[in-house]
């Protein structure tokens, strides 16, 4: 017999592996590339979503900002404008003082020209019951003075001010009017006694 050429069973050969139950689980390029780019969309779109939150958040921050800048600008006004209001107040006080301490000062010189008119003998009669009251009124005036040397508020303070200052007006007028019956009688007692003596 010559060299016969020898020849492997088919059912020995190796063959290629089949995928079991029908499914290939083999990762193609293809689904790789659709893998990364649904990875990449889901990455852009969460930055996407906190950017818009930022941005949100910014707005707020805005607009809280401007809104103090407002509240800011109000309370100085309001400071300013209270400021203003208080030096006008104690700029009305000091003058209503001062009127007081001036009609004082008129009533003290009337109260001198008063004591002194009321020095005269034939006077001192009818100065009696005049002295009493002008007194009785003086020690009042000087207890309400002491009363509210310290008040409360402003406008408590310029009510007391000016109700004080239509009281020494009233007390100004009255001794001002005695003043002038005292001069009256003493003017006609002098020319009483130049007729008596041109008389006798």
């Excluded at 060299?3 to 063959?15: D, F, I, N, R, S």
């Excluded at 979503?49 to 930022?54: N, T, W």
């Excluded at 109260?111 to 002008?134: A, K, R, V, W």
């Amino acid at each position: 017999m010559g060299l016969e050429e020898l020849t492997v069973p088919q059912h020995m050969l190796a063959q290629p592996a089949m995928p079991q139950y029908g499914i290939n689980f083999a990762v193609t390029p293809q689904d790789r590339r659709e893998k990364k780019r649904k990875i990449d969309a889901e990455y852009r779109q969460r930055c996407k979503v906190k950017k818009e939150d930022r941005e949100i958040e910014l707005q707020h921050l805005r607009e809280e900002n401007a809104q103090l800048k407002r509240e800011n600008q109000s309370c100085r006004e309001e400071n300013d404008s209270m400021a203003h209001k208080l030096r006008s107040k104690e700029v009305e006080i000091g003058n209503l003082k001062s009127e007081i301490c001036n009609s004082k000062k008129v009533i003290s010189n009337q109260e001198i020209l008063l004591d002194t008119l009321s020095q005269q003998p034939f006077l001192q009669q009818i100065m009696h019951g005049c002295n009493q009251l002008e007194v009785a009124l003086l020690e009042n005036e000087r207890n309400i003075l002491y009363q509210n040397a310290n008040w409360d508020g402003w406008e408590s303070e310029r009510k007391q001010l000016l109700d004080e200052i239509e009281k020494l007006k009233h007390r100004n007028v009255m001794l001002k009017m005695q003043n002038q019956v005292l001069g009256d009688k003493i003017l006609s007692q002098k020319d009483t006694e130049a007729s008596m003596r041109r008389i006798s």
